[in-house]
């Protein structure tokens, strides 16, 4: 059974840092495209960052590039998303999720529970 656990989140001030990560297991993780999402409060899922299955290529909202990276370890069957700059806007639970290369939530197979980022101004 696929499972998905979220790590990192946190209350941090505007202008701080936080690295999250997801640990992945029953699942083959360097055969999926992995993708992380966020939910604010009273607004829908929206597309965040994604990475190949073998790391060479991401995508990132337009909203996050520059101030947002990810990556992965295939070895540790775990993705990062590494967020600087943060600002309030930024408020979220932020999830992981496996699937195809896609920034339609519909495309992802997998998820997990989500981890809260909050950020104070």
């Known amino acids: 059974q696929a499972q998905l656990g979220e790590s990192g989140g946190g209350l941090v001030q505007a202008g701080g840092s936080l690295r999250l990560s997801c640990a992945a297991s029953g699942v083959t993780f360097s055969n999926y495209v992995m993708g992380w999402f966020r939910q604010a409060p009273g607004k829908e899922r929206e597309f965040v960052a994604a990475i190949t299955a073998r790391g060479r290529n991401t995508r990132y909202a337009d909203s996050v590039k520059g101030r947002f990276t990810i990556s992965r370890d295939n070895a540790k069957n775990t993705v990062y998303l590494q967020i600087n700059s943060l600002k309030p806007e930024d408020t979220a639970v932020y999830f992981c999720?496996?699937?195809?290369?896609?920034?339609?939530?519909?495309?992802?197979?997998?998820w997990g529970q989500g981890t809260q980022v909050t950020v104070s101004s």
């Open positions: 999720a496996a699937g195809s290369w896609s920034t339609s939530q519909y495309l992802y197979d997998y």
